[in-house]
């Protein structure tokens, strides 16, 4: 089932004198199945952020819409944006966000908080997950107390503790050395076997070739995709591999 719908989504930036203008996305259409585990990749100023910020209702198109679960983005209200994104989208991001002052147990179940959730259901979310990521036993501690594999977990505990439609996560691994980023890897492949739906965007090959499906952004359009079938993540890797070099050595969509 259909969760996801970008159709011919477009993006100019005007220069504050009115002057110079950027075609940051030039037409991307594409969808995105529940329960799938998409990666977009694509070097610096191929369009990746702008696209993951009109995702995120934190930026609109100038042209072309964005559909999660059949509702346009652009018929949700402004007043109510924020609850819409709390409901239906978690976000984990490449510098946690996590708040100091705050312990893990807070952090991830702030959310909820704002979402006004009873706190017996609070807690037995919180448990749930928590189990599932490994960090139950971290949950009093605050944010400068752990290691940065065991903060991207917590931040991916409070992403996944909404029950939201989709998770779109911003280079999640790019603060995080070897171990970490494979433990979180790990993490989100769980998710997903889970039926979590995901979309991530990465520079790393490694995290793409968890992915089942691939979406390679170049120039402000979807230039190219590759789909795992019945390939290992090692053998993803290498056509990953394959096909940022096409990228890179301006070949033609294949």
Same mark, same amino acid.
């Given at each position: 089932?259909?969760?996801?719908?970008?159709?011919?989504?477009?993006?100019?930036?005007?220069?504050?004198?009115?002057?110079?203008? *950027?075609?940051?996305?030039?037409?991307?259409?594409?969808? *995105?199945?529940?329960?799938?585990?998409?990666?977009?990749?694509?070097?610096?100023?191929?369009?990746?952020?702008?696209?993951?910020?009109?995702?995120?209702?934190?930026?609109?198109?100038?042209?072309?819409?964005?559909?999660?679960?059949?509702?346009?983005?652009?018929? *949700?209200?402004?007043?109510?944006?924020?609850?819409?994104?709390?409901?239906?989208?978690?976000?984990?991001?490449?510098?946690?966000?996590?708040?100091?002052?705050?312990?893990?147990?807070?952090?991830?179940?702030?959310?909820? *908080?704002l979402g006004?959730?009873?706190?017996?259901?609070?807690?037995?979310?919180?448990?749930?997950?928590?189990?599932?990521?490994?960090?139950?036993?971290?949950?009093n501690?605050?944010?400068?107390?752990?290691?940065?594999?065991?903060?991207?977990?917590?931040?991916a505990a409070?992403?996944?503790?909404?029950?939201?439609?989709?998770?779109?996560?911003?280079?999640?691994?790019?603060?995080l050395?070897?171990?970490?980023?494979?433990?979180?890897?790990?993490?989100?492949?769980?998710?997903?076997?889970?039926?979590?739906?995901?979309?991530?965007?990465?520079?790393?090959?490694?995290?793409?070739?968890?992915?089942?499906?691939?979406l390679?952004?170049?120039?402000?359009?979807?230039?190219?995709?590759?789909?795992?079938?019945?390939?290992?993540?090692?053998?993803?890797?290498?056509?990953?591999?394959?096909?940022?070099?096409?990228?890179?050595?301006?070949?033609?969509?294949?």
């Amino acid at each position: 089932m259909e969760i996801l719908k970008v159709t011919d989504l477009k993006k100019t930036y005007t220069s504050r004198m009115g002057g110079a203008q *950027v075609q940051a996305l030039k037409g991307v259409t594409f969808t *995105v199945d529940s329960g799938e585990y998409v990666a977009i990749m694509g070097e610096s100023g191929s369009g990746k952020t702008t696209l993951l910020n009109i995702l995120a209702a934190l930026d609109e198109p100038t042209s072309g819409s964005v559909e999660l679960d059949g509702k346009r983005l652009d018929t *949700v209200k402004e007043n109510e944006l924020a609850a819409f994104r709390r409901n239906n989208l978690g976000f984990v991001f490449q510098e946690f966000n996590l708040l100091d002052t705050f312990t893990l147990r807070d952090n991830i179940l702030l959310p909820l *908080v704002l979402g006004q959730m009873s706190v017996r259901e609070m807690e037995g979310r919180l448990q749930e997950v928590t189990s599932m990521l490994g960090i139950k036993d971290l949950l009093n501690k605050y944010p400068y107390e752990v290691s940065g594999g065991q903060k991207q977990r917590a931040a991916a505990a409070r992403a996944i503790i909404t029950n939201p439609r989709l998770i779109l996560a911003d280079e999640p691994t790019g603060a995080l050395d070897s171990q970490s980023s494979a433990e979180l890897l790990r993490v989100f492949s769980r998710m997903n076997e889970n039926g979590q739906t995901i979309l991530m965007v990465t520079h790393s090959v490694d995290a793409a070739s968890h992915a089942n499906r691939v979406l390679f952004i170049r120039d402000g359009v979807v230039f190219h995709q590759l789909f795992r079938g019945h390939a290992s993540n090692e053998e993803l890797y290498k056509k990953i591999s394959d096909t940022l070099t096409m990228l890179r050595t301006g070949g033609d969509r294949r």
